[in-house]
């Protein structure tokens, strides 16, 4: 079966979507554990889960994008 141009752009522009939200889920849920872990004593377990999401969101999230930028152009 031989594919298109069309239908191979197609492939991979769902691909770095995939990537992309997986990669944003990834750093939430990382994001949240670690701060389960490390503020759960001092800002009690759901304030440092919000935190430790919020801030794994946004160092991981660029993380992501940018990652995820460099391999389109590779």
């Known amino acids: 079966m031989e594919y298109n141009e069309k ?7 769902m691909t770095i979507a995939i ?8 750093a939430l849920a990382a994001g949240a554990l670690s701060g389960l872990r490390i503020g759960k004593e001092a800002l009690g377990a759901e304030l ?5 999401a ?5 160092a991981g999230g660029l993380a992501v994008v ?3 930028i460099i391999l389109m152009f590779v």
């Open 48 to 52: 440092a889960a919000y935190m430790g």
């Open 19 to 26: 990537a992309i939200v997986v990669g944003l889920l990834g």
């Open 66 to 68: 940018v990652t995820a």
């Open 7 to 13: 239908q191979i752009d197609g492939v991979i522009e």
């Open 54 to 58: 919020l801030y794994g969101a946004l």
